[in-house]
Structures are given as C-alpha cells and as structure tokens.
T-cell receptor, first 114, second 115 residues
C-alpha cells in the first residue's frame, strides 16, 4: 500500500506558483521522497527527490519538513504543459546500495488554467 | 539518462490469445520493472525482472499469467497470457540506471485492448 497522502486534485493559474503537498507520517530514516509526474498518454517522468534537505532542480523545488513527515513540491511558474498527475512516493534505500520498489498511490491531478 | 523503447506501442487482441511486450534500454541497468495501469487508475507494480532468473512477482500477479524474461542487462519481455477484456490496460517498463542513483525511468507504455 502507498504510504503517502495527497489531495486528489488541485487547480492553478498559468504563470503562478503551485505548491503540491504530500503527507508521509510513517516515513522511515532510509526512505527517500520521490516525485514523478505523468502527462496525458505518457509514461511517468521523474521530477525530483530528496532525503532531508530541500532540493532544487530545473523542473521544481522540493521542500521537506524538518520532521520529514510531509513535503511540498513547488512549481515556480506553472505552464499549461505542467498539467499532469503528480505522484509523491517513498523509496527505501537498502543496505548494499539497492533500492526498494516504487509504489504509486493515486497522486494529485493538477489542472492549469490559462 | 536512459531511453526506453517499448514495443508494440499499442495493440488490439482477441480474448484467449497472448501478447508479448518488449522493453529495450539504451543503457545498462540495475533493475527492471513492469507495471500495469488500468483505465483511469494509478500504476500497479506487476514484477521485478531479474536477469537470468525468475522474476519477482507482487501479490496478485502470477508467472503463468504474466511470464517475464530478462536475458541480459538491457532487454526484457512481458507476456500477457490467455487474455480477457479485464487485461485491457497500459503496460509500462521501468528501469533504474546503474550509477545514477535513485531516479527511475519509464517507457511510454503499451496500450492493450482485448476484445
């Protein structure tokens, strides 16, 4: 079962920032927080991931709460192309360098209005 | 990064038949996975494709229905056997790339319709 909780849907206006929340109250110390998104009729694509510190990349920023029980994906300026389902997933880092599986929940469907 | 090629991209099949889906990656990978996405639903992990040995199946999925092969580091196949309309879904291949860390890559999927 998915160990994260996300709102089913969110709306945003084009060119405005979007904050997508995710709760993961049962996160363990070896769980990385991953975000993927799935555009219509495409496979999921990686957005960002982090462990404890906030992370930035060209696509988005990830803000992680100090207790790690929640996180927020931030799209700084939403475009119409950002309309997608966004998945927040915990992925365990195993001893020996392997990783646990990616288990998808229902995600948040983001709509962007022009 | 990695480029994942899935074939076929879509197919319409008769019930009772089988379809084999191919997944080819342009990089050596550590892990390969197969997912199913039923209409309007999220992704469900079917199995982990292990090189040179039997795949590891998730609860609710069995080898007789979804046989998987992975003869080398960059190629895997998933067969959907004895199909029924309930098998109509998108099937996706996913990989972890050696040396990249925890990022996963996904193919574009195979859209299967069983009639």
């Amino acid at each position: 079962d998915a160990k994260t909780t996300q709102p089913n849907s969110m709306e945003s206006n084009e060119e405005e920032p979007v904050h997508l929340p995710c709760n993961h109250s049962t996160i363990s110390g070896t769980d990385y927080i991953h975000w993927y998104r799935q555009l219509p009729s495409q496979g999921p694509e990686y957005v960002i991931h982090g462990l404890t510190s906030n992370v930035n990349n060209r696509m988005a920023s990830l803000a992680i709460a100090e207790d790690r029980k929640s996180s927020t994906l931030i799209l700084h300026r939403a475009t119409l192309r950002d309309a997608a389902v966004y998945y927040c997933i915990l992925r365990v880092a195993n001893y020996g360098g392997s990783q646990g599986n990616l288990i998808f929940g229902k995600g948040t469907k983001l709509s962007v209005k022009p | 990064s990695a480029v994942i090629s899935q074939k076929p991209s879509r197919d319409i099949c008769q019930r009772g038949t089988s379809l084999t889906i191919q997944c080819q990656v342009d990089s050596q990978v550590t892990m390969m996975f197969w997912y199913r996405q039923q209409p309007g639903q999220s992704l469900t992990l079917i199995a982990t494709a292990n090189q040179g040995s039997e795949a590891t199946y998730e609860s609710g999925f069995v080898i007789d229905k979804f046989p998987i092969s992975r003869p080398n580091l960059t190629f895997s196949t998933l067969t959907v056997s004895n199909m029924s309309p309930e098998d109509s879904s998108i099937y996706l291949c996913s990989v972890d790339i050696e040396g990249v860390g925890t990022e996963a890559f996904f193919g574009q999927g195979t859209r299967l319709t069983v009639v």
